[in-house]
Nanobody, 126 residues
Framework: QLQASGGGLVQAGDSLRLSCAAS??????????MGWFRQAPGAEREFVAG????????GYTDSVKGRFTISRDTAKNTIYLEMNSLKPEDTAVYYC???????????????????WGQGTQVTVSS
């Protein structure tokens, strides 16, 4: 079970930090690759960032590189998405998810992910 939080209404240029707490019964950020996705109204769910379980290496979609940072706290079994220089086009519901297979690299296809959080709304006004 994954619990996402931290969304809100901000202005362009502001920052937000999203959190995703994982239940140790079903998920572990130490042994599973985790990802953040987002879905805007009328759009498909898209990959935002991922963090590889083994070494903490990260991957991002091009539109957020240099602005967003994914990280994890293994002691808290939680991942984070630090979002800076937010733009109106970042407006979406943000979801965290656990990748199905830990033996492969970070995947951007949502079908490669199993457990999903409930989503947290991020709205950026211009």
């Amino acid at each position: 079970q994954l619990q996402a939080s931290g969304g809100g209404l901000v202005q362009a240029g502001d920052s937000l930090r999203l959190s995703c707490a994982a239940s140790r019964r079903t998920s572990s950020v130490s042994t599973h690759t985790m990802g953040w996705f987002r879905q805007a109204p009328g759009a498909e769910r898209e990959f935002v960032a991922g963090i590889f379980w083994r070494d903490g290496s990260t991957g991002y979609t091009d539109s957020v590189k240099g602005r967003f940072t994914i990280s994890r706290d293994t002691a808290k079994n939680t991942i984070y998405l630090e979002m800076n220089s937010l733009k109106p086009e970042d407006t979406a519901v943000y979801y965290c998810a656990q990748q199905r297979r830990s033996t492969i690299a970070i995947q951007s296809n949502p079908r490669e992910y199993a457990y999903w959080g409930q989503g947290t709304q991020v709205t950026v006004s211009s």
